[in-house]
């Protein structure tokens, strides 16, 4: 711990297969882009408690990271005030920067933490709320987010829908009382786990009409004519669910924003989504536990030296473009082309690293992998490829990146 890795040529790559170190976190603050000081002081302090909340986690259930849902470690981060770090104290926030978030969701991303139960909540839930909701929605849900106690996931995607949200089927039709639902949305995270979901549903008009008529509503998943299926994936997890509404009743004051507006909402929504350190990460536990098994043989030949730095050198470059991005979000921008860029690059190292490190691992013949290097890697080989689904697909990513650049 305490090693900080440099950006020079050969320096960090020869650093990585070296003499054996004690472990340390690829990622640091003496990468490319840095952070303010009162930001960073934060660091230490989260390393600390990782240290004791994680010691005793194999490196393959760590690499679930923000998929992996533990409702008791959300508390006990809301309990030291780092769930909502970035809200409004007014609302039980903690009222810091984007850069004090970044540093932390970095650590948290870096180190494997369970934080999939709040994640979606304050990372994206809170602050629509904030943004869009009344004072009576952010009074009703943006202070229980910050303890832990109010779990949201997300509805957009459909079936038949793929990643076109504009063509979502499942209508919200106006009643006496507020709003009748029925439809169907699937591949959304943890709703089994959450007390409700921010869906995108269409309000008025038809799937014709695009953008227009869509609204987004608080969903209670508790309420009568919901029915919620967990779907088992390659690896054996659930976190991916289908779920169906039955002529739903919801309250008039379901509705966030104006009648009409969620296609805005989800652009700044998933702005968001894509640009956090998340979409650099996901394989991060995977690259360390490699990492650590190098030094324990005492590798330190060119190759594995040369493939080394190459994913540093790709991660400082990224994370450098996340902390812009960031900061973006941060000063209230949707920098949606930048967030996009971000994304589909990330993602693309994301997915590299389990491949490359495989035909690593495969061509050394002098040495076993420990177990719990080879657990993580075929985890992480089996979840890869939805790391290119979740948050957008490639193909609509670079459609994105492209009108954004004007090039369509």
């Known amino acids: 711990r305490g090693r900080r890795w440099r950006t020079g040529p050969a320096g960090s ?35 600390e408690f990782l240290d004791h909340a994680l010691a005793d986690m194999a490196p393959d259930r760590r690499a679930r990271s923000w998929l992996g849902s533990d409702p008791a470690f959300s508390r006990a981060l809301a309990a030291r005030g780092w769930i909502g770090l970035q809200l409004p104290r007014a609302y039980g926030g903690g009222g810091r920067d984007a850069f004090a ?16 139960a709040h994640w979606i909540a304050e ?40 990643s076109d949200l504009a063509s979502i089927r499942t209508r919200a039709t106006p009643t006496a009382g507020g709003w009748r639902l029925k439809g169907q949305k699937i591949w959304t995270t943890n709703a089994d786990h959450c007390q409700h979901m921010i869906a995108l549903v269409r309000t008025s008009g038809t799937s014709e009409d695009r953008h227009k008529g869509l609204s987004q509503l608080i969903i ?12 088992e994936d390659l690896t054996g997890d659930r976190h991916f669910c289908e779920v169906f509404f039955d002529d739903v009743d919801l309250p008039h004051d379901a509705l966030i924003g104006d009648e009409g507006s969620g296609w805005q909402q989800v652009n700044a929504e998933l702005a968001y989504e894509r640009s956090g350190p998340e979409r650099l990460y996901s394989s991060i536990v995977l690259f360390d536990t490699w990492l650590q098994h190098l030094r324990s043989i005492g590798a330190n030949d060119d190759a594995r030296a040369a493939l080394a730095g190459r994913i540093v050198g790709h991660l400082a470059t990224l994370r450098s473009m996340s902390v812009a991005v960031t900061a973006m979000v941060g000063a209230g921008g949707s920098p949606m082309t930048e967030a996009s860029l ?43 490829p939805t790391f290119s689904l979740r948050g957008g697909t490639r193909e609509i990513l670079r459609g994105l990146i492209a009108r954004g650049l004007g090039l369509r």
Do not use: N, W
Not at 139 to 162: A, H, K, L
Not at 220 to 231: H, K, N
Not at 353 to 372: G, N, R, V
């Open 101 to 116: 978030r970044f540093v932390l969701v970095e650590e948290l991303l870096c180190r494997g933490a369970p934080v999939s």
């Open 220 to 231: 209670d998943l508790s309420l009568p004519g919901i029915t919620i299926r967990p779907i």
């Open 123 to 162: 990372r994206q839930s809170a602050p629509m709320i904030l943004r869009c909701g009344t004072e009576a929605q952010k009074q009703r849900y943006v202070p229980g987010v910050c303890r832990g106690e109010i779990f949201f996931c997300i509805g957009m995607s459909e079936p038949q829908s793929g």
């Open 342 to 384: 971000v994304k589909d690059l990330g993602t693309e190292l994301e997915q590299f690293i389990p491949t490359a490190l495989a035909d690593a691992l495969a061509s050394d013949a002098e040495h076993d992998p420990p177990l719990p290097l080879q657990r993580t890697l075929a985890y992480v080989t089996q979840f890869a």
């Open 13 to 47: 790559a020869a650093a990585a297969c070296g003499q054996p170190q004690p472990a340390a976190h690829v990622i640091g603050p003496l990468f490319l882009h840095p952070l303010p000081a009162e930001a960073e002081a934060l660091r230490g302090e989260v390393r």
